[in-house]
């Protein structure tokens, strides 16, 4: 099994074809636990990976060309040169017993890392299939190996390895094989987390009804997402194996009589006071070997795991805020502003790891009146997430608003610094998601969910605060609200989630409400519900509502005026009639044509009299 | 309350249907609940069902009501407690291994997460071999079908050899729909498959997968819970409520008479893009359903269906 395991980066180097992002998608859609082709590339791109990968294959091919390298044999000893220092028939000098260092240094690199190798092969043998077999069928196989897998690794390891030693006998080769064992639950463990998660992808399932057998689907489906953790796992336990079997030769528990690097330090050790400078080359080995593997999983781990750092205008390296957006130069004529919320010529940009721009939002205008709902439509990719999201000053990272303005109640929020943003979040302004359900961290009660931030905003005594939970529960009409208070999230439907998520948003007398899309995870009941309690929140409140959705059923039922986005532009505004009865934009006309509540029926069904069998 | 139209639903299809390519007697699915003690949770308290060759029936329900466990059952990803699934005259509900192979010839799918339903690292090629190779067919015949595919979802050729990142989510389905095509299935079980998609690309969708069963004749189990797409795509419609039908008929006199009160309640809550008559029906159903159904704190949140 382990043969079908890669051991370096296997994926064929394919042309990367670009991905075009969807506006709308951000930045860092990459599909998770994809090791494309051009990971070594990547790989050799990044400054450690290649120094580390480079200083392993000099070591590698220097031990395998021992025989031609070395100067002489690594046990022919002529006591006469004990200690002699470097010369050029010997570039390293002689040890304690007159045997030349290089040579030994060039053959203990076969024993030390080939113990290293095989203690890998027997780990990766043991812990992947089992892995793979856990986590692909679970059940009894699953629950047994978890405990092996415990008790294997409650072991010491040193302990285990010098009682092996005591009953194996001083044979390197077999405690290599012992440190294998010792060291397969890391792969176990590792392989089955990931597996027992990819066995739920849909995908799984459709190879499974596309008429797959198991081995297949672990072959083609499976394998691909373990193979670059494994990668990185191997680089990790190879340097401790290494580590160890030097740690054991050194104690002088290994073989003894073969030169290996542990075994070199150990000498060394001995005639420290005589010839100090013997440590050095064993060391030197060591610890460039370990030094370049750790290194080296570091850097497999960012290629392989995409978490690579972007380029110079990337995510993490700006923040969002840092750069001030440059106001209009020109002043924006686009009728009065409201005076709840105004945008005007906003533009929003990514910047894209290989260091261009990506403009999303090409100087979208927008208003909300005090008591207003608007309906912001579009398709995914039109920029009506990013438009709400500047306002909100919650851009995804990279994401950073590029020209325009943003005013809410009549202040300036566009390059508004993070701490004043958040405020304006607390006050004015409040937010309804898509995903009530993802917005409720599932560790805390319903009741400590909204208590703690209005403690945190208003500034209340715990108590005042849970009464005015109660209140705005009551608010959003949910039954027994002392209750739900004392619900976990995983105990409410997705209904009830977002009715609390709205409870919250109310919690500080907002004037504005930006709902994204708040009733697309829901169904219709429950859907109409929601926009029921919108609408009623917004006669009782006067609250002006900025609503971002697809939908059109939506926007009729509950929006005063409309703007339609595609593309990053506006393309049509209007009350809700104008733009649902007799829409001017040809954009706007196409997502009505693709409704179907007045699409007729479908024809009851009838014989087909002849069949075709093309598809 | 449910037994008197689900009698008449039984007696519009008296012993089923006779020329059924699908039939399912009785269905019931239930896992075990949480904890030791728990009592067992039953999806599908049992569903019975026909689809004849080249028919679509459209299953319509909420969430949690059991709508697409009943697809599952049938491709045999759903464990089955008791009743019977019978394709093309054959018994299939405990199936084995190598026998759902087999039946993967003539039973399909096409999910309704185009993004998680396709793996992210293989090239759509790839995606669509899988099938083809899953029957033994040799190279050069499974690209040629492949390319054969491509076109008939109307994806340049050259999608082949690039990953699902690069496609758009209606493209992605286009690649599922073609992967359920490959092996020119009788049945395709489609679940919620235009449910992820934009309102335009939704429409493109559904006619592709209309022109395909005209072509075809392919026949389909269309879960959704959207009543307007159901009527479009379907010539007979279940409704199927708390793991039980609650009604079924032909499209029309589902979608426009509906006798249960909850195929109405499905009705008038979903807005239609028309200001007036949204009034209109918003002031009906608040008449019609004075308690929000999801009124209750107690209904977990589950998985659709």
């Avoid at chain 2, 919620?192 to 335009?200: I, K, N, R």
């Avoid at chain 2, 029309?252 to 239609?272: F, G, I, N």
Wanted: hydrophobic letters at 45%.
């Amino acid at each position: 099994m382990s043969g079908n395991l890669p051991t370096g980066a296997a994926a064929p180097p394919r042309t990367a074809h670009e991905a075009e992002p969807e506006a709308g998608a951000g930045p860092g859609s990459v599909a998770p636990g994809s090791v494309r082709g051009g990971a070594v590339r990547r790989l050799l791109r990044n400054p450690l990976g290649a120094a580390s990968a480079v200083v392993l294959l000099l070591l590698v091919v220097a031990v395998l060309l021992a025989p031609l390298l070395a100067p002489q044999a690594p046990d022919v000893s002529s006591l006469g040169d004990a200690f002699a220092g470097p010369d050029a028939a010997h570039p390293l000098g002689m040890d304690s017993a007159g045997r030349d260092i290089l040579s030994r240094i060039l053959y203990g690199g076969r024993n030390t890392l080939g113990g290293a190798l095989i203690a890998l092969a027997v780990a990766l043998a043991l812990g992947v299939p089992s892995g793979l077999y856990a986590g692909y069928y679970g059940g009894r196989f699953d629950s047994v190996a978890g405990w092996g897998v415990n008790l294997v690794m409650a072991l010491p390891a040193m302990v285990v390895l010098l009682a092996s030693r005591a009953i194996l006998g001083p044979n390197v080769w077999v405690l290599m094989i012992v440190l294998g064992v010792l060291a397969s639950p890391s792969f176990f463990r590792l392989v089955r987390g990931i597996v027992a998660g990819v066995r739920k992808e849909l995908y799984v399932d459709a190879a499974r009804v596309s008429g797959l057998s198991d081995t297949r689907i672990v072959v083609r489906h499976i394998l691909v997402v373990v193979r670059g953790p494994v990668i990185i796992q191997v680089a990790l336990v190879a340097g401790v194996a290494i580590g160890l079997q030097a740690g054991l030769e050194f104690l002088g528990v290994g073989s003894g009589s073969s030169a290996t690097w542990g075994a070199m330090l150990n000498e060394a050790f001995q005639n420290i006071q005589r010839a100090p400078l013997l440590m050095l080359w064993p060391g030197l080995a060591l610890g460039l070997t370990n030094g370049a593997l750790v290194l080296l999983a570091g850097a497999l781990r960012d290629v392989l795991e995409e978490r690579g750092g972007g380029g110079p205008d990337g995510g993490r390296v700006a923040p969002r805020t840092k750069e001030k957006p440059s106001l209009p130069a020109a002043p924006v004529e686009a009728g009065a502003r409201s005076p709840l919320l105004s945008v005007r010529g906003l533009t929003v940009v990514y910047g894209k790891p290989d260091g261009t721009r990506k403009q999303v939002v090409h100087g979208v205008d927008l208003d909300v009146r005090p008591g207003e709902i608007v309906g912001l439509v579009g398709e995914s990719g039109s920029g009506k997430t990013q438009t709400a999201f500047s306002v909100l000053g919650i851009l995804p990272e990279g994401g950073r608003i590029g020209t325009g303005s943003i005013t809410v109640a009549g202040r300036e929020v566009a390059g508004l610094p993070e701490r004043a943003h958040r405020a304006l979040r607390g006050g004015t302004v409040a937010y309804v998601p898509q995903e009530p359900m993802s917005n409720l961290d599932p560790a805390f009660t319903i009741g400590s969910q909204l208590v703690e931030p209005i403690r945190q905003v208003l500034g209340l005594s715990r108590k005042e605060a849970a009464a005015r939970a109660l209140d705005l529960l009551r608010l959003v009409e949910i039954p027994a609200p002392e209750r739900t208070m004392r619900l976990y999230p995983h105990e409410i439907s997705g209904g009830m989630a977002q009715r609390v998520l709205i409870a919250g948003a109310m919690s500080c007398d907002p004037e504005l409400l930006i709902a994204d899309e708040p009733t697309t995870a829901l169904d219709v009941l429950v859907q109409a519900e929601i926009l029921g309690l919108l609408r009623r929140l917004q006669e009782d409140r006067g609250l002006g509502v900025l609503l971002v959705t697809h939908n059109l059923g939506v926007v009729a039922d509950l929006c005063d005026r409309v703007a339609v986005m595609s593309d990053g532009r506006i393309v049509e505004t209007g009350t809700a009639e104008q733009i649902v009865h007799s829409p001017e934009h040809p954009y706007t006309r196409s997502l009505l044509g693709a409704v179907l509540d007045d699409a007729p029926a479908r024809e009851p069904w009838q014989q087909r009299k002849a069949r075709s069998t093309t598809v | 309350m449910t037994s008197t139209v689900a009698d008449d639903t039984a007696a519009e299809v008296p012993d089923g249907l006779p020329d059924a390519l699908l039939r399912v007697r009785d269905l019931r699915v239930s896992y075990p609940g949480r904890g030791r003690r728990a009592p067992r949770a039953e999806i599908l308290k049992g569903v019975s069902l026909d689809i004849r060759p080249g028919e679509t029936l459209g299953l319509v329900g909420e969430s949690g009501s059991g709508k697409t466990t009943i697809g599952r059952a049938v491709l045999g990803l759903a464990p089955v407690q008791s009743g019977s699934i019978t394709f093309a005259g054959e018994r299939i509900e405990r199936a084995g291994a190598a026998r759902r192979r087999a039946l993967s010839r003539d039973l399909q799918v096409v999910f309704q997460d185009p993004y998680t339903s396709l793996n992210p690292s293989r090239t759509v090629g790839d995606t669509l071999g899988e099938p083809l190779s899953g029957q033994g067919t040799g190279a050069k015949e499974a690209r040629a079908r492949i390319a054969e595919l491509l076109d008939r979802v109307r994806l340049p050729a050259d999608a082949a050899d690039r990953l699902p990142r690069e496609f758009s989510g209606g493209q992605r389905q286009r690649v599922a729909i073609a992967r359920a095509l490959a092996l020119r299935p009788r049945l395709v079980i489609c679940d919620e498959p235009v449910s992820a998609l934009d309102l335009t690309t939704q429409r493109t969708v559904l006619d592709l997968l209309l022109e395909i069963q005209e072509e075809s004749g392919v026949a389909y189990l269309f879960v959704t819970h959207d009543l307007s797409v159901v009527r479009f795509m379907s010539h007979r419609v279940a409704v199927i409520r708390g793991g039980e039908l609650v009604e079924t008929g032909d499209a029309r006199s589902v979608t426009s008479e509906p006798r249960h009160p909850y195929t109405r309640a499905l009705m008038l809550a979903a807005p239609v893009a028309d200001v007036a008559e949204q009034r209109r029906r918003r002031e009906a159903a608040q008449a019609s359903a004075p308690t929000p159904s999801s009124a209750s704190p107690s209904a977990p949140a589950s998985p659709s269906g």
